[in-house]
């Protein structure tokens, strides 16, 4: 266990999770308290973030979980929440960019401002808040342990589908680019940044398909592995990234999506004769 232990623990770490008070933020924040790590908890609903960290302070873990608000929604908000993370820590070993909007609409209706509601949270406060907070990265980093950056990328960032969410999955394959620019420029930093491109989860984004045990079976059915994800699939990757096992991984786009990212309806010779 010692072995396994110095591989993904992330014991006395500071980490900061944006739209963490449901959804894969949560469970992020959750692996990273069970596993060690002090965690600052934010998302526009603060005192839901209150209540979540007290939730998850509950489980007994040997890290902490704090909640409180920060809109990384327009420019006064991101730098409102820097201000609040600094007052707390100064410094920061894990940044995990999960909080985002989506946005259902047919394409004939699609609506102008649905590109700037959408873009301003997953990408531009995206950007702005890890930009702002790489002097705390910077303190927090070394050569044997990097600071960590995962960025909230999705499967529907790298295939080419939009369900009607049109500025969604613009914005997820904007996060996976920059993911890949931001690794390459801060890596002599002792940054990685990384990002996550899962498929559907049970969370308050996708509760429309999966808010139901028979609703996610039904999305599950579609999926190459059978199901949809579930708590420890998020914690798994995250420990990886966070811990000593992914300190020389960077720029990486993992898809924790059951196979969807490979998924296609394509046959080329198969099924001619």
């Known amino acids: 266990m010692a072995y396994l232990d110095n591989l993904f623990s992330v014991a006395g770490k500071k980490a900061l999770v944006t739209g963490a008070a449901s959804g894969i933020g949560r469970m992020a924040a959750t692996a990273l308290v069970q596993a060690g790590a002090e965690v600052f908890i934010a998302s526009r609903r603060g005192e839901e973030c209150a209540k979540v960290a007290d939730e998850i302070n509950a489980l007994g873990g040997s890290g902490r979980a704090e909640g409180f608000a920060g809109d990384v ?23 995990i960019n999960n909080a985002g909007l989506t946005w259902g609409e047919p394409l004939e209706t699609f609506p102008y401002r649905a590109w700037a509601r959408v873009l301003n949270v997953n990408v531009t406060g995206l950007f702005h808040l890890t930009r702002e907070l790489l002097p705390l990265l910077d303190a927090a980093s070394h050569d044997a342990d990097p600071a960590r950056v995962i960025n909230l990328g999705s499967v529907m960032g790298t295939q080419p589908m939009a369900d009607g969410a049109y500025s969604y999955t613009a914005s997820k394959a904007a996060v996976h680019h920059l993911t890949k620019t931001l690794a390459n420029e801060l890596a002599g930093r002792h940054i990685t940044v990384n990002a996550f491109a899962p498929g559907p989860f049970q969370s308050r984004m996708t509760a429309f398909a999966t808010g139901t045990d028979e609703k996610a079976d039904k999305v599950g059915a579609r999926v190459p592995l059978g199901r949809i994800g579930n708590p420890d699939d998020i914690a798994g990757a995250t420990l990886y990234l966070c811990g000593k096992a992914g300190s020389y991984v960077t720029g990486a786009i993992l898809p924790i999506d059951g196979g969807q990212s490979v998924q296609h309806g394509m046959s080329l010779f198969k099924g001619l004769d």
Do not use: N, Q
């Open 73 to 95: 929604g327009s420019e006064e908000g991101v730098a409102a929440l820097v201000e609040e993370v600094k007052r707390r820590t100064d410094r920061l070993h894990v940044l």
